[in-house]
């Protein structure tokens, strides 16, 4: 069965510092992939996201994502982050022909020391 | 423009009731999706719903069930309260194409079962 794998469950990093956070998918073909944010009593906003071509995405917020089909990841990056990026950020894949079904990771807590 | 909008922020019951939570998705969009987040267990997709009918459903037992209506708002309805089903209950919504369709969520309904 596919699934997504968060291996960090939580980091803290200093303001300013770069950021990766961490994504290892388990599927035999390429899903479509997307990085979401969930700030505390929020909801999920999409960051991201990587369907084809161009393995290096650019998000909002400063973020990117690079895909490796080598390596099965899909890792977020940012090169200097700011306060207001403390928050859970959830990998998830969609698995081609099943349309709808996203499937998330456990998610990484993200800390920002000042 | 609106986003998805939810209904109740929270709700609170007891086990053995019902509950009905209610969606309404961003304007243009024809599909709706619920995923529950569990303390514990993550996010895992409940429901698929595209022009008022179940297009996909994740493992969860029947007494999980919904409806879209004719204005594509969504319901979802949990028969028989358990303990356990006490999570956030997030809404997506999306235009409905085929494939890595971005889904947009709702801030959520928190479920609490005593």
């Known amino acids: 069965a596919q699934s997504v794998t968060q291996p960090d469950i939580h980091i803290t990093v200093s303001e300013g510092a770069s950021l990766e956070l961490r994504c290892n998918y388990s599927?035999?073909?390429?899903?479509?992939l997307f990085w979401y944010v969930q700030s505390p009593g929020q909801g999920l906003q999409l960051l991201l996201k990587y369907f084809s071509g161009d393995t290096l995405v650019q998000g909002i917020k400063g973020f990117e994502a690079e895909f490796k089909r080598s390596q099965s990841s899909f890792n977020l990056r940012k090169p200097s982050v700011h306060w207001s990026d403390a928050a859970e950020y959830f990998c998830a894949v969609e698995r081609g022909g099943s349309q709808g079904n996203l499937i998330f990771g456990k998610g990484t807590k993200l800390s920002v020391k000042p | 423009e609106a986003g998805v909008t939810q209904s109740p922020t929270h709700l609170i019951k007891t086990r053995g009731q019902q509950a009905t939570l209610r969606c309404s998705p961003i304007?243009?969009?024809?599909?709706v999706y619920w995923y529950q987040q569990a303390l514990g267990l993550g996010l895992q997709f409940l429901l698929w719903?595209?022009?008022?009918?179940?297009?996909n459903r994740g493992n969860f037992p029947p007494r999980f069930s919904g409806r879209q209506f004719p204005n594509y708002s969504s319901e979802l309805n949990v028969n028989a309260l358990e303990l356990e089903d006490s999570a956030l209950y997030l809404c997506?919504?999306?235009?409905?194409?085929?494939?890595?369709?971005?889904?947009?969520f709702g801030p959520g309904t928190r479920l609490t079962v005593t």
């Open positions: 599927y035999g073909a390429t899903p479509y």
């Open positions: 997506a919504s999306s235009l409905g194409l085929a494939g890595g369709d971005e889904q947009y």
């Open positions: 719903y595209d022009e008022g009918e179940e297009r």
């Open positions: 304007s243009g969009h024809t599909s």
